[in-house]
């Protein structure tokens, strides 16, 4: 015969065995719970970025439900790899989009209710071609590890256009404190280091398939065999000053002097006569100076090939319109000086990439690119081929008018000044090798295309290929 307490320790024994059987129950539901919201969360962003990815490729090819699938598919695997999963494509909006279906086993632990009813983890994303958000900055390269790099108080400001950043490292975008990137798009082929709230109106979009170079078909400028026509004597721009006292042209040897050269330009006795020496070493002076036509007064420049480049130092130069070509030597303003030119181009060669823009923050820069011509719309064209990496500056802090395309495939645009630059413009598209946005600058890319009288190359701005949006996803 069982006793009382026998039975009633085994009820209790078999009510506490219960109330653990349900709390395993519920602590299982809720993991699993947990777990599955974490995976749909997780395979969204991979179907966000795997249906802009198959809306890519239906700007660069003639897209079939295969192809995009394809795409989607490829995407989807070396992206997502914790549980087995499918993932179809099709081309939506009479070829105006693509949707993405991902289906994925579950990511459950527990043999409950949750884990028996949910069969796959299933999430849509639809990306679409947008004729908007017209291109009109874009850092080509795909291994530097900042194609855009923004310093402490950095600003961007684009707000109808797209920004591109195709490097596909982690820091892709690399925002320090206070910098801010104001764009209709940005798209970062990598990802992003720093608060992504820098970015308005919207986040920028990582993992973006980069954006070919958009003007990779543009012819360079028709420059012949590169002679200098453009050599001083008596007259010109440093007329007496490159004369010896037999009326010839100064020897190279004799242009050095004792100086020899400060910063890449003549420091010699044409130097001393100016009192120049004090004010190259001493003053704003900026970047590598290569040695070239001097200006230190006020003139007019002729449209030519100016081998050396072009370097103003304390000068005011008016430049007449045309093409300017600058081998083996920048564009170097210095010591205050002003350049200013309405329907110029600059195309930069020479396969030392001595060729480059020098902007010191004291200077003023005015600058239009031309209406017709192989020059036509681009302001600064850099020769592809340049061979050797030197940085481009820009530190002007009155540079305010720069209506035109800026073109520089192989280097690096650092941007130093501490006022607004081209602001006034009309237009400008800038494409880079990268960004070097250093303390405090303002960039700023307006978007007036048509009203413009400068015309706007073929890839860019309003003439830019059609841009790809998440229209549908998380």
């Not at 109330?19 to 299982?28: C, D, R, W």
């Not at 700007?59 to 790899?81: H, I, L, Q, W």
């Not at 949750?114 to 849509?124: C, G, H, L, R």
Request: glycine content about 12%; proline content about 5%; charged content about 20%.
């Amino acid at each position: 015969m069982r006793s009382f307490g026998s039975d009633s320790k085994g009820s209790m024994m078999l009510w506490a065995a219960g109330l653990m059987t349900i709390a395993a129950f519920i602590v299982g539901g809720i993991v699993d719970y947990m777990s599955l919201s974490n995976q749909k969360h997780q395979l969204q962003g991979v179907a966000d970025r795997a249906a802009i990815a198959a809306a890519q490729e239906l700007v660069v090819f003639k897209g079939t439900d295969g192809r995009v699938t394809a795409v989607a598919e490829s995407f989807v695997s070396a992206n997502y790899m914790q549980t087995a999963q499918q993932t179809s494509a099709r081309i939506v909006e009479k070829g105006k989009a693509v949707e993405v279906t991902v289906r994925a086993a579950p990511r459950t632990y527990f043999p409950g209710p949750i884990a028996q009813n949910t069969k796959s983890v299933t999430v849509q994303a639809t990306a679409e071609i947008s004729g908007g958000g017209y291109v009109c900055m874009v850092g080509l390269s795909t291994s530097e590890p900042s194609t855009l790099e923004m310093h402490d108080k950095a600003r961007v400001t684009a707000e109808k256009c797209a920004i591109y950043s195709n490097s596909r490292s982690p820091s892709s975008l690399r925002l320090a404190n206070s910098a801010r990137v104001k764009a209709d798009l940005v798209c970062v082929a990598g990802g992003v280091s720093g608060a992504t709230s820098a970015v308005s109106p919207n986040a920028p979009i990582e993992d973006c398939p980069p954006l070919t170079d958009p003007l990779r078909d543009r012819p360079e400028p028709n420059v012949g065999l590169l002679t200098c026509n453009n050599i001083l004597g008596s007259g010109s721009i440093l007329g007496s000053d490159l004369l010896g006292k037999d009326g010839k042209l100064l020897s190279l040897q004799e242009l050095l002097g004792k100086g020899g050269l400060i910063g890449g330009i003549l420091s010699g006795e044409a130097l001393k006569k100016k009192n120049l020496l004090a004010d190259i070493v001493g003053g704003d002076l900026v970047g590598n100076l290569a040695p070239g036509i001097l200006v230190t007064g006020k003139t007019t420049l002729e449209p030519g090939v100016y081998c050396g480049g072009i370097n103003i130092i304390g000068g005011d130069v008016t430049l007449k319109p045309g093409t300017y070509i600058l081998n083996n030597g920048g564009l170097v303003v210095a010591n205050g000086g002003k350049l200013v030119g309405q329907n110029v181009g600059f195309y930069l060669t020479g396969a030392l990439g001595l060729s480059t823009i020098q902007f010191a923050p004291t200077t003023t820069i005015s600058l239009t690119a031309p209406k017709s011509g192989d020059m036509a719309g681009m302001m600064f064209f850099e020769d592809r081929d340049v061979l050797f990496k030197f940085p481009h500056i820009i530190a002007s802090n009155d540079a305010r008018n720069l209506v035109g395309t800026i073109y520089l495939p192989g280097n690096t645009l650092e941007i130093n000044s501490t006022k607004p630059l081209a602001d006034k413009s009309d237009y400008t598209v800038i494409i880079a090798r990268k960004f070097d946005m250093k303390d405090g600058p303002e960039l700023v890319l307006n978007t007036d295309y048509e009203h413009s009288a400068i015309p706007v190359p073929d890839g860019v701005g309003n003439k830019s290929r059609p841009v790809v949006r998440l229209a549908k996803g998380g």
